[in-house]
Nanobody
Framework: QVQLQESGPGLMNSSQTLSLTCTVSGDSITTNFYYWNWIRQPPGKGLEWIGA???????IYSSSLNSRTSISRDTSKNHFTLQLSSVTPEDTAVYYCARGRQYGSSKWSRYEFWGQGTQVTVSS
């Protein structure tokens, strides 16, 4: 019932700001106890948690990406967004949004619903 869908540019130039939107259906992003997460997977590497916005609107970011990350939401449209500034080719990855009752990178099975992922390629 719960579905998430990522949207945004597939190609980026270095130094620009990446903006992705996750549109949610089947549940409200304000539903208590859930975190709405952004996760990515670079080519040939494992999943990396980026950050999340809680149902309350509070945000939490990965320490390694904190300085470049901003997550916000539009409750009227039931979507949340990721902005990642100053991108480089190292930010090339498949980006996912996902719902979970926790945040972080240690227990991926706790994320119940995932978007299909969207490929983002950053050129130098």
């Amino acid at each position: 019932q719960v579905q998430l869908q990522e949207s945004g540019p597939g190609l980026m130039n270095s130094s620009q700001t990446l903006s992705l939107t996750c549109t949610v259906s089947g549940d409200s992003i304000t539903t208590n106890f859930y975190y709405w997460n952004w996760i990515r997977q670079p080519p040939g590497k494992g999943l990396e948690w980026i950050g999340a916005i809680a149902s309350s609107g509070n945000t939490i970011y990965s320490s390694s990406l904190n300085s470049r990350t901003s997550i916000s939401r539009d409750t009227s449209k039931n979507h949340f967004t990721l902005q990642l500034s100053s991108v480089t080719p190292e930010d090339t990855a498949v980006y996912y949004c996902a719902r979970g009752r926790q945040y972080g990178s240690s227990k991926w099975s706790r994320y119940e619903f995932w978007g299909q992922g969207t490929q983002v390629t950053v050129s130098s």
